[in-house]
């Protein structure tokens, strides 16, 4: 094999090893991947040279429960600094970023952007399978992937987010996922800005389906725990007409507002513009498209970048009027500890 991913659906006993012999190829756009497509798509925030959208053929695929994942020893790790910027983010140049994202409101009239950071920890030593393994004990009601190709370098990410799934009797799914606080055994109530965020990001995506289904089930906002955390989620059932494309929908929902901002178009120009942190493929998406029946692309959160010297972590938050530096950046570094527990 020269490219893998390996994952663990949320709540199953099993992960999947899918494989594929020789370099992956880039794909132009989303809307390339067609209904009987097949692999494992590595999906970047915002594609570009650097960043490619990424098909991964289905050479191998395996099934393992979670005591046999650690002896997977003959699996290529692509480790070097790729397309990384030479220094993660500091706490000055997110201060700078915040400010500059924080003014833009009021000159051009967003109503919601998602600034993200990276921080860097020094190398543990720890096998990424091993990595692998602690996530999915750790985090049970995450989808947990590890995937690695040349042109992507090596990834984990323990994420509650679907972006798009397909169910039983071809019922699709997707999520609002907005809205963060740690977890309490008695949590206050949600923050007016919270509640605002997750609305926004609800009425996109209801938005979006509405392009492609007639019929479409809403469920929430209700509380839900990931880890250290809750977060307001709103859950989307829906058919999909015949003619509709599933690389046209995740063209059409991605970048949601949970991780862009809206409008979606004129956001994702100023943050790709503004930020100082080179997203790469944190805030992306991957997921097996048609692999043994399985179609579930989850959004690319709580995850860290492997590199031969050091772990970088990413994570984002949503920037609205009512924001304050301090709160996001505690919000921030209270998601990149799902990561650090992983490692410490």
């Given at each position: 094999?020269?490219a893998?991913?390996?994952?663990r659906?949320p709540?199953a006993s099993?992960?999947?090893?899918?494989?594929q012999?020789?370099?992956?190829?880039?794909?132009?756009?989303?809307s390339s991947?067609?209904?009987?497509?097949s692999?494992?798509?590595?999906?970047?925030?915002?594609?570009?040279?650097?960043?490619?959208?990424?098909?991964?053929?289905?050479?191998v695929?395996?099934q393992?429960?979670l005591d046999?994942?650690?002896?997977?020893d003959?699996?290529?790790y692509?480790l070097?600094?790729?397309n990384?910027?030479?220094q993660?983010?500091?706490?000055?140049?997110y201060?700078?970023d915040?400010?500059r994202?924080h003014?833009t409101?009021?000159?051009f009239?967003?109503?919601k952007?998602?600034?993200a950071?990276?921080?860097?920890?020094?190398?543990?030593?720890t096998?990424?399978?091993?990595?692998?393994k602690?996530?999915?004990?750790?985090?049970?009601?995450?989808?947990?992937?590890?995937f690695?190709?040349?042109?992507?370098?090596t990834?984990?990410?323990?994420?509650?987010e679907v972006?798009?799934?397909?169910?039983?009797?071809?019922?699709?799914?997707?999520?609002?996922?907005?809205?963060?606080m740690?977890?309490?055994?008695?949590?206050?109530?949600?923050?007016?800005k919270n509640?605002?965020?997750?609305?926004?990001v609800?009425q996109y995506?209801?938005?979006?389906?509405?392009?492609?289904?007639?019929?479409i089930?809403?469920t929430?906002?209700y509380t839900t725990?990931a880890?250290s955390?809750?977060h307001?989620?709103?859950?989307?059932?829906?058919t999909?007409?015949?003619?509709?494309?599933v690389?046209e929908?995740l063209?059409?929902?991605?970048?949601?507002?949970?991780?862009c901002?809206?409008?979606?178009?004129?956001?994702?120009?100023?943050?790709i513009?503004?930020?100082?942190?080179n997203r790469?493929?944190?805030?992306?998406?991957?997921g097996p498209?048609?692999?043994?029946g399985?179609?579930?692309?989850?959004?690319s959160?709580r995850?860290m970048r492997?590199?031969?010297?050091?772990?970088?972590l990413y994570?984002?938050?949503?920037?609205l009027?009512?924001?304050?530096?301090?709160q996001?950046?505690?919000e921030?570094?209270?998601?990149?500890q799902?990561?650090?527990?992983?490692i410490?």
């Amino acid at each position: 094999m020269d490219a893998f991913a390996i994952y663990r659906l949320p709540h199953a006993s099993q992960c999947t090893l899918v494989g594929q012999h020789g370099v992956p190829d880039g794909l132009k756009s989303l809307s390339s991947l067609k209904q009987d497509s097949s692999g494992f798509v590595i999906a970047p925030f915002s594609p570009d040279d650097c960043s490619p959208i990424l098909l991964l053929r289905p050479d191998v695929v395996r099934q393992y429960t979670l005591d046999e994942v650690p002896a997977i020893d003959d699996l290529p790790y692509y480790l070097d600094g790729g397309n990384n910027p030479a220094q993660p983010s500091s706490r000055e140049s997110y201060n700078s970023d915040f400010a500059r994202f924080h003014r833009t409101f009021s000159a051009f009239g967003y109503r919601k952007l998602v600034l993200a950071r990276n921080a860097d920890v020094p190398h543990s030593g720890t096998h990424p399978v091993t990595l692998f393994k602690r996530a999915c004990e750790h985090y049970p009601e995450a989808c947990v992937t590890l995937f690695s190709a040349p042109q992507c370098g090596t990834w984990l990410m323990a994420t509650p987010e679907v972006l798009l799934e397909r169910g039983t009797d071809d019922i699709w799914h997707t999520m609002a996922l907005a809205g963060t606080m740690r977890y309490a055994e008695q949590l206050p109530p949600w923050s007016d800005k919270n509640v605002h965020e997750q609305d926004f990001v609800a009425q996109y995506i209801k938005a979006c389906l509405e392009q492609f289904t007639d019929e479409i089930t809403v469920t929430g906002p209700y509380t839900t725990r990931a880890g250290s955390l809750v977060h307001l989620r709103t859950d989307f059932n829906f058919t999909l007409s015949s003619d509709a494309g599933v690389g046209e929908v995740l063209d059409a929902l991605h970048p949601t507002p949970a991780v862009c901002g809206l409008p979606k178009d004129d956001a994702l120009r100023f943050i790709i513009n503004n930020e100082t942190c080179n997203r790469s493929y944190y805030s992306g998406f991957s997921g097996p498209l048609n692999v043994d029946g399985t179609t579930a692309m989850y959004v690319s959160l709580r995850c860290m970048r492997i590199l031969a010297d050091r772990y970088r972590l990413y994570a984002g938050g949503g920037i609205l009027p009512q924001s304050v530096e301090s709160q996001e950046w505690d919000e921030i570094s209270a998601k990149m500890q799902s990561m650090l527990t992983l490692i410490q």
